[in-house]
Nanobody, 115 residues
Framework: QVQLVESGGGSVQTGGSLRISCNASQHTPIFYTMAWYRQSPGKQREMVGLKTMHGLTTYADDVKDRFTIFRNNGENSMDLQMDRLKPEDTAVYYC?????????WGQGTQVTVSA
């Protein structure tokens, strides 16, 4: 069973930056897609961004130009660089990966942005 582990969450002030990481317990097979989702209290989980194994990337409109996904196919790992953070970015961020063996979720990492 593949496990995804997120790390790097924390607290930052508005306008600051954070980088969170997701590492899979297995390096192969390579996931077709790896994505970041987030969920705030009282809200549904929403996709932040996704990157395919071929490098195609998509972002939610409200994070475009502020967030960047970096992916290492060889290690089945992924980072999310978050810049110019806003209080509304406060959420638990989850790593998601999908591939031949199925779809997986990490346990989440808290990101808190204070005004």
């Amino acid at each position: 069973q593949v496990q995804l582990v997120e790390s790097g969450g924390g607290s930052v002030q508005t306008g600051g930056s954070l980088r969170i990481s997701c590492n899979a317990s297995q390096h192969t097979p390579i996931f077709y897609t790896m994505a970041w989702y987030r969920q705030s209290p009282g809200k549904q989980r929403e996709m932040v961004g996704l990157k395919t194994m071929h490098g195609l990337t998509t972002y939610a409109d409200d994070v475009k130009d502020r967030f960047t996904i970096f992916r290492n196919n060889g290690e089945n790992s992924m980072d999310l660089q978050m810049d110019r953070l806003k209080p509304e970015d406060t959420a638990v961020y989850y790593c998601n990966a999908a591939g031949r063996s199925g779809e997986y979720w990490g346990q989440g990492t808290q990101v808190t942005v204070s005004a």
